[in-house]
């Protein structure tokens, strides 16, 4: 038996999650591929923890818990930290900065750069500089892989680009938004005002006491920038996403938030779908709904977010990559 | 670049279909893998062709419409023939027989029984024998495939066994059959009776004359089944699966037919759903509500039947079988 060395920075919801989530499954990785995660080290916003041996995942569940803290004070930046630790994958969870990606972008580089792969949930690097950071994988023969950054627990990535790989893609459009389709779903089906429906996602935790991010489709079309860039294999970004929020939406308007993909580009708006479709769904779930040219039409839909869910996609992804890297050596 | 060469058995819609599938997405194997997928052999229900060197696909689409058959008539049986001949992977395509599996059962315990790879549109020999043989194709190596066998062009198979390889699977719901579906929305949207509503599923194409394998959820049942022995890990055949079909079902009764799994069993029957739950779909698609410990709820959508639908499962498989032979090396 080997072990797959992980560093996991960001320790916040997400963090937290696959931290238990290892703990949870390392006997399923072990059984299925013969591996296990070993925590190398484990980075919250200031402090650290590190330990070549491992660390204990619950422990510093625990320990973040009781202190607030994960251990040590860092006197380096975590990117500076990453080029010298001994790891063998990155699992980058910090939150998403949609001004500049950091310093997510910094600390994947700094893995991608000394040829770590990286596992990410966090969509500010990949909306703004997805084609450098594919480059730069591919040119250190390193996996980047990113399931839980569009749709939390949804498979959207991996069935596009693993089980749908002879299909030509067309088209994919969703309801990438948990929050807008919230709102939308208490205005359509109760009659109920924008205001008041929104106060109510707040009140129920679906939506943050600044909303911005999410009822101006800023979320949404950092989901649809990452899917076109992954799946349609365009090279674009967040800012290159036609982009209608719900913000103050009337009753009259539209009822579901729909993001749309194509090879022409990429667009967020209020879309109107009709009942029974695949696309009509209620509540906070995310869905994509994906046209080919055999298989027609795929729609698959799941948890977008919440702490197990978003570890869920990055297990997912850890799985990958141990048996990727198992079939062709580990290496050091 | 090396070749996979492939054995195709039953050469009707999906069989057809399957052909052209391979003519139009060669390249897209060869681009991605460096491989390519050569017909050594196709045999339909009397007759067949075989060449060493390759059949050209489109070509046999052509012979078999122009004078309904393939090439020569057969002497032996297939299953004898597929002893004998050179191929390296057996795609089984014929027409589903719920009684005893046959002939489809003999063609690939013959492929499995010398060692090559399978891949199958075909659920008898699955709702049947399931664990039989996927206890032949470990014990010699092989790789038995049968995405195709399960929703059409829905990934459900192989999301559950190489997607959620982490979450521990708690049960499978699923609308597993169109035709029921289009009869139940059918009712319950116009208001119209059991009757009216099967002749325009008729008249559609979307029943047979003898509607009897759809409506009394004998189909639903052999998917079942199979979805509960491949992701449940049960050992059951659709005679363990209980049913109830929706034969002269009335206007007053449930609107939606609805199979799940549980690591319990597996059940079949129409079932009430609320609007706006991702498994409230109209018309003909089949639906597969997943649940998990980590991932919570996922749902997978598609066309449940068709000829480039069916056909793009088993390309799915075919890229599969040859990315991972293609790791492991070529056998012969």
Do not use: W
């Not at 006997?27 to 916003?45: M, N, P, T, W, Y």
């Not at 750069?113 to 990949?126: A, E, F, H, W, Y």
């Not at 450098?132 to 994988?137: P, Q, S, T």
Request: hydrophobic share 40%; aromatic share 4%; charged share 25%.
């Amino acid at each position: 038996m080997t072990e797959m060395d992980v560093a996991l920075v960001g320790f916040g919801t997400v963090g937290q999650g696959v931290a238990e989530a290892i703990a949870t499954k390392n006997h399923v990785l072990e059984q299925s591929l013969g591996d296990k995660v070993r925590i190398v080290a484990a980075f919250d916003s200031s402090t650290y923890a590190a330990d070549k041996k491992g660390l204990d995942p619950l422990d510093l569940v625990k320990r973040k818990a009781a202190k607030g803290k994960l251990g040590k004070v860092r006197k380096d930046s975590i990117a500076e930290m990453l080029k010298t630790l001994d790891y063998d994958t990155l699992v980058e969870m910090t939150p998403t900065n949609i001004k500049d990606a950091q310093p997510g972008l910094a600390h994947i580089k700094a893995a991608l750069g000394k040829g770590r792969d990286v596992i990410t949930s966090n969509k500010g690097p990949l909306a703004l500089k997805f084609r450098e950071l594919a480059n730069l994988a591919e040119k250190n023969g390193c996996e980047l892989r990113f399931e839980a950054s569009v749709g939390g627990a949804t498979p959207v990535i991996n069935m596009a680009r693993e089980l749908l790989v002879c299909e030509r893609i067309c088209s994919i459009r969703g309801i990438m938004n948990g929050t807008c389709n919230f709102i939308l779903s208490r205005m359509e089906s109760e009659g109920i005002p924008y205001e008041p429906a929104l106060r109510e996602a707040q009140q129920m935790g679906f939506a943050e006491a600044d909303p911005s991010y999410d009822i101006d489709g800023i979320d949404s079309a950092c989901k649809a920038a990452i899917l076109a860039n992954a799946i349609m294999g365009l090279d674009i970004t967040v800012h290159d996403v036609e982009r209608t929020g719900i913000r103050g939406i009337n009753l009259d308007a539209v009822n579901l938030a729909l993001q749309e993909v194509t090879s022409r580009g990429a667009e967020v708006s209020p879309r109107l779908i009709p009942r029974g479709h695949p696309l009509s769904i209620s509540g906070t779930l995310n869905l994509f709904h994906i046209r080919t040219d055999l298989a027609g039409e795929i729609t698959v839909a799941g948890r977008g977010a919440g702490r197990y869910e978003t570890a869920s996609a990055v297990m997912a992804d850890v799985y990958t990559v141990m048996k990727l890297r198992g079939s062709t050596g580990q290496r050091d």
